[in-house]
């Protein structure tokens, strides 16, 4: 298994162009969802997916869109970068809701908008 | 509304000392999970323990301990005979019953662990 993948692994944007962050799995999790981890704040959830077509927004979902049209891929949209964005962008998954397994972090995605 | 606290920013050991690392957490839900994740300066998450509430059992594995305690709402991490390799920074989180598969994280505690 390769577990949760990232890519790019870099990635560096001017203002106001727009991506997508990719993030695949291949363990057969339900559970799916993005993080970004800033210095000193931790890592803050943006949207999760309990499964294939739910998407939900977390603490920090503003400029960003996500979907989830299969139960391996959820990718994670930045609609018109901003500074504010640069950030280390971390994908999970885990097994289904309601058990409450760890999680597994891809590696991260480190994203600098200029 | 949920909260974790790392109030420990950065602790720094010469090697072979013990180190505690302190999680306090903030939740209204009877049934939650606490769990402590590690990055090494590599990047990565690495998954390290799991507890669930109604378990407050201290957990040994080799070097790590953990000593839960609900009346203190606290969930800290104990290294014994710290190495050069445990330099990382430890982040405690929470999940509630109620909160699909969240996680909220704490802000994070960087040992640095000198040779």
């Known amino acids: 298994n390769a577990g949760v993948t990232q890519t790019p692994k870099f990635q560096v944007l001017k203002t106001g162009q727009s991506m997508t962050l990719q993030c695949a799995q291949d363990m057969n999790h339900e559970y799916m969802s993005w993080y970004r981890q800033d210095p000193g704040m931790g890592l803050r959830l943006i949207h999760y997916?309990?499964?294939?077509?739910?998407?939900d927004q977390g603490e920090v979902p503003n400029g960003y869109n996500v979907s989830r049209s299969t139960t391996e891929d959820f990718p994670l949209r930045l609609l018109s970068a901003a500074p504010s964005q640069t950030s280390v962008y971390f994908c999970a998954s885990s097994r289904p809701q309601g058990v409450f397994y760890e999680q597994y972090f891809g590696p991260g995605t480190r994203l600098t908008v200029t | 509304a949920q909260k974790v606290t790392q109030a420990q920013t950065e602790i720094s050991v010469v090697e072979k000392e013990d180190v505690t690392l302190d999680c306090v957490y903030e939740?209204?839900?009877?049934?939650?999970?606490l769990f402590w994740y590690k990055q090494p300066p590599s990047g990565e998450l690495v998954f390290l323990i799991r507890r669930n509430s109604f378990d407050e059992q201290n957990e040994i594995s080799g070097r790590y301990s953990w000593n839960f305690q609900k009346s203190t709402s606290s969930f800290n991490f104990t290294i014994t005979a710290s190495q050069v390799v445990d330099s990382a920074v430890y982040f405690c989180?929470?999940?509630?019953?109620?909160?699909?598969?969240?996680?909220?994280f704490g802000t994070g505690t960087r040992l640095t662990v000198i040779p």
């Open positions: 997916s309990v499964g294939a077509g739910i998407t």
């Open positions: 989180a929470l999940i509630n019953q109620t909160g699909a598969n969240n996680l909220f």
């Open positions: 939740t209204r839900d009877t049934t939650y999970y």
